[in-house]
């Protein structure tokens, strides 16, 4: 089936994309016919690799892998500046590089622990997000935040997680407002249950890991999880088409957070 490339030969920026959703973000930019450089640690080296190959090969887009700590500064400048270089624009942004630890309840919780996870989960978008805007601002380009559904919901044993998305969710809303008067959009998306590599990782640590994956996909009113495949739909629909839309937050939940269900923790 022909592809509609909705994207076409933009620039676009994909942090966190070797796997999971930022994957499924990849992989419908370069669908849609953009120039994709995504990034992620150096022990996602190979996996990075691999996919680049796989998607150029596929086209009809193209793409580039860089190794790039989003925990360091100095790795966004060099992943802006070599995007700059290979390709002279940025037209989208896409901050999703982070990570879920193992639930903790709060008073077991390090402050270093904390201050760890915003570092990675929120002062990362901020610094990639700062470094980008120049060059945003030129293209009237937008920025897409990866945020959670349990910001707006919360989430049992997780605050320093939930604490990070919430204030993605608000650092888009204020870059929204900011970045108005330059044109450039700044969006985010809350995905509630997605199948990904790290969900199965998560679920593996508990006790009974198949039913902790049955619980998860019944937590939404279609009765399954989101798949990478949507999360890059819903990445390119804010890109692409939702060009009267700054400042919202995208839902991407399967209704999980609707109607009532067995919530006491009351013994």
Known sequence: MACAQRYVNKVVIVTGGTRGIGKGIVKAFVQNGSKVVFCAKETELSAGQSLESVLNEEGP??????SCDVTKEDDIKHLISETIERFGQIDCLVNNAGWHPPHKPTDETTAEEFRDLLNLNLISYFLTSKYALPYLR????????????????????????????????????????????????????????IRTPLWEELAGQTENPSA?????????????????????????????????????DLFLSGGAELNYGFKSQVP
Request: charged share 15%.
């Open 61 to 66: 887009g193209s793409c580039m892998f860089l």
């Open 138 to 193: 030129k293209t009237q380009g937008n920025i897409i935040n990866l945020a959670s559904l349990v910001a707006s919901i919360g989430q049992k044993d997780a605050a320093p997680y939930v604490a990070t998305k919430g204030a993605i969710t608000a650092m888009t809303k204020a870059m929204a407002v900011d970045e108005s008067r330059y044109q450039v959009r700044v969006n985010c998306i809350s995905p509630g249950n």
């Open 212 to 248: 902790t994956i049955k619980g998860g996909e019944n937590a939404q009113l279609i009765g399954r999880m989101g798949t990478e495949a949507e999360s890059g739909l819903a990445a390119l629909f804010l890109a692409a088409d939702a060009t009267f839309c700054t400042g919202i």
